[in-house]
């Protein structure tokens, strides 16, 4: 019987249009726990989510039924309504 191991270690990092500063600090713990929410309801392990005024890093374990792109379309259009 063969087994596989897969573990895709996955450092995304995007900005806010223009890279203008409209994240505030005020409501970046909330949007840092909603990024890791929507990794977790997709099966994605979130590692470490931070950033700053003007952009976002996640750092997510991808699993291997999930494309990279998909994963990206899912975290940016999620997380910018």
Same mark, same amino acid.
């Given at each position: ?20 500063? #409209? ?7 909330? /949007?840092?726990?909603?990024? +890791?929410?929507?990794?977790?309801? @997709? ?9 700053? #005024? ?7 374990? /991808?699993?291997?039924?999930? +494309?990279?792109?998909?994963?990206? @379309? ?8």
């Amino acid at each position: 019987m063969s087994h596989a191991f897969v573990k895709n270690h996955i450092h995304l990092v995007f900005s806010t249009k223009d890279r203008q500063p #409209s994240i505030s600090k005020d409501v970046q713990p909330e /949007l840092w726990s909603y990024l +890791a929410g929507i990794c977790r309801n @997709q099966r994605m392990a979130p590692i470490a989510i931070n950033g700053m #005024s003007d952009h976002t890093h996640i750092l997510f374990h /991808l699993p291997p039924t999930i +494309a990279l792109a998909k994963a990206i @379309q899912l975290l940016k259009t999620n997380s910018s309504k």
